[in-house]
């Protein structure tokens, strides 16, 4: 998916948002939001936006130092989603359609995003928990549920903390033994890394990798030789978010995406209301 | 009042509705964007936001040759208030503070701003005038109605079309004797000119001036020689809207600013809650 005009906007938003996140000297934000600018001024909007996102963290890592300014809001996260677990559970083991259900709870998880439009508050997460409850997915569930059935081996590419915990639902359903959950290989946001797949106890029942990027999102030609392996030669791919979508829309590889539409840019893209919850098979 | 960071992706966001408001053509839209990345690349924050907007759609309409893009909308937010009028009328002949009420609603009619975090349609409206009925304004009002009572003259600086409907009222209270109004020279955003002005009815009890310029604020060194000399001469300046305030908190003499805090920085800079209807005396 391309960069829009309103992206940028945003972008800047996010670029003055992480810089308070990595520095308390107004300097600082200052001058990344110039330098942020001059290279928006002669950007690529045919690259996805998380492109532009991939500069921002980096440069901010060189100019301050400070490796993951998320790491705090991430364990908040994570602990965030696991207090919430036991409820989801009982939901589950009641549901009349278990796979549906974890799908939809997994697509709520998607609104803790530090990225533009989420809103990884208690209080967010639970409209997001309620929408899931009562709304169906946007998407043809039944040739997602068919394609889960026929599938031997299932790529995961999770998106960020805390909805990790929550994609963890969906794995146990998904059947654990043929999954393979992809996270980021370095910091970007809130995007969830080895230790948050590690805090949602994915470890203890799946095989975690990392994708070898710091992207927020999957840009294929900056993933390691393994990631690209699993990526091309697993049956099923299952990607999460936002970032996900925006990057691997145009995959050389059917995908399956799960993510809420928070900004109406993606929302346009995937036809769908602001704020729906969506299925959509890509290629 | 200085340009915040906060303002950047502010102005991004109201350089594309601009641009969008004046061509359907997307490279025009982008190209604007990218000349703002420029211009804002080395602009000087110790100017007030204004003066970026001054820039922006001075550019824009150079580039596409629309004089007045928002003047559909503008002539619609007269008409809106216009509708408006009676039922403010009848509660102000009850009030047992016309004056107080009189403000209050005027600072209401703040929220017909296109500029920002504004919302001029009727809901957004009537939200702003519940609150005007329940709420006092933040501010010392007592010293204002000492003020207004003293003087001899009065230079009401008008802020946007619609709004000056409701401005009416509020100079009707003051007394129009004495009262002289001032628009804007020429077109920017959702600004009042004097159409705006005569819209409203004011040439049938005030004198109307222009204070020459194009700047969505008041930019003493770009007004006319005439506007310069009255607003210096009157006993007494109100300036309506975040604009005035944003180009005038420090100006040289006494100015009474009646607005809608309507985004974060105006409302952390005048000290009070985001949406706050205030009176502040400036210098």
Chains 1, 2 share one sequence.
Request: charged share 25%.
């Amino acid at each position: 998916m391309k960069t829009t005009l309103d992206c940028i906007p945003c972008l800047f938003r996010q670029a003055l948002d992480a810089a308070r996140m990595s520095s308390a000297d107004p300097a600082v934000h200052e001058k990344l939001l110039r330098d942020v600018m001059t290279w928006c001024g002669d950007m690529d909007m045919n690259k996805p936006a998380p492109v532009m996102g991939q500069r921002i963290y980096r440069h901010l890592r060189g100019a301050t130092g400070v490796k993951d300014p998320y790491l705090k809001a991430k364990n908040s996260q994570n602990l965030l989603a696991l207090r919430l677990l036991p409820e989801l559970r009982a939901a589950l083991k009641n549901a009349p359609d278990r796979l549906g259900l974890a799908a939809r709870l997994a697509v709520a998880g998607n609104i803790i995003d530090m990225g533009g439009a989420g809103d990884p508050s208690l209080a967010g997460v639970r409209k997001a928990l309620r929408q899931a409850m009562t709304e169906p997915l946007r998407g043809n569930f039944a040739a997602f549920r068919r394609a889960v059935k026929k599938a031997g081996t299932i790529l995961y590419l999770a998106d960020n903390a805390g909805e990790i915990v929550f994609d963890r639902l969906l794995i146990e359903e998904l059947g654990p033994a043929r999954v393979t959950v992809a996270v980021r290989g370095a910091p970007a946001l809130n995007d969830a890394l080895l230790a948050d797949a590690r805090a949602a106890g994915l470890h203890e029942i799946v095989k975690i990798i990392d994708n070898g990027s710091d992207a927020p999102g999957t840009i294929l030609e900056q993933t390691s030789r393994a990631f690209s392996a699993i990526f091309k030669r697993s049956e099923l791919v299952i990607a999460k978010g936002v970032g996900n979508y925006e990057t691997l829309s145009e995959a050389p590889r059917p995908v399956w995406f799960l993510f809420k539409a928070k900004c109406p840019m993606i929302a346009d893209c995937a036809g769908v209301p602001l704020g729906a919850h969506v299925l959509r098979l890509g290629k």
